[in-house]
């Protein structure tokens, strides 16, 4: 069965801290997304990506295709990286596949 | 910077009744899906569509669903007869390829009564 595993489920830091979020998936994927999802519902891509690493500003995502595994870290967190981050992979068809998210809260 | 648009942002309606929501994907995107959120749980595929046509649907998208591009800019979900356990958020998305990065709309807030 095509699952996607997210930890861990809740996460508060303090701000400045080093942040990580862990996704694991079931089976070969042919690429993953990163997407952050505020109070209000909204939700935006944040990477996708299939190997390697990936970075923007104080983010990034790395995904080990041989242990089907994706990291993605926030570097000196603030209270506004407070969300909900999802991880959705394609298992190799078009639609994605949600993991349950990880909530963030970052204390000033 | 081109978004992906959806209206109504809120729509509360009574169980039965036939409600349509509307998306107005990035115009350049040839790709286009439907997901929903019921509260508290996980996102989940409804829909796809490409060419005109659906390319992939999921279990939930039965009989009671349909999607249409009535016109060249307009994406909608028509849910028939709808029930209580159809209240979610539901996303619109778009892309220019399959696999390629997927653009969210900020959803649709539906309540049945």
């Known amino acids: 069965k095509n699952e996607v595993e997210q930890s861990p489920q809740n996460l508060t830091a303090q701000e400045g801290e080093f942040i990580t979020i862990n996704c694991s998936y079931s089976?070969?994927?042919?690429?993953l997304h990163w997407l952050q999802q505020h109070p209000g519902g909204g939700i935006v891509s944040l990477f996708m990506?299939?190997?390697g690493k990936k970075k923007h500003g104080r983010l990034i995502a790395t995904i080990n295709i041989q242990e089907k595994h994706s990291s993605l870290h926030i570097t000196a967190s603030h209270p506004r990286d407070s969300a909900v981050y999802i991880c959705?992979?394609?298992?190799?068809?078009?639609?994605?596949?949600f993991g349950t998210g990880t909530r963030l809260t970052i204390i000033p | 910077e081109p978004e992906v648009t959806q209206t109504p942002s809120h729509q509360v309606t009574q169980m039965g009744q036939e409600v349509i929501l509307r998306c107005v994907p990035i115009s350049n995107h040839l790709y286009f899906y439907w997901y929903r959120q019921i509260l508290g749980q996980k996102v989940e595929f409804l829909v796809s569509?490409?060419?005109?046509?659906?390319?992939?649907k999921s279990e939930i998208f039965d009989d009671q669903f349909s999607v249409e591009r009535p016109d060249g800019s307009n994406f909608t979900l028509k849910i028939r007869s709808t029930k209580l356990e159809d209240s979610a958020m539901y996303f619109c998305?778009?892309?220019?390829?399959?696999?390629?990065?997927?653009?969210f709309g900020p959803g649709t807030r539906l309540l049945v009564l």
């Open positions: 998305a778009s892309n220019t390829g399959l696999g390629e990065t997927q653009y």
């Open positions: 569509f490409y060419n005109n046509e659906i390319s992939e």
């Open positions: 089976v070969g994927i042919s690429a």
């Open positions: 990506l299939s190997s």
């Open positions: 959705a992979v394609f298992f190799g068809n078009e639609k994605l596949t």
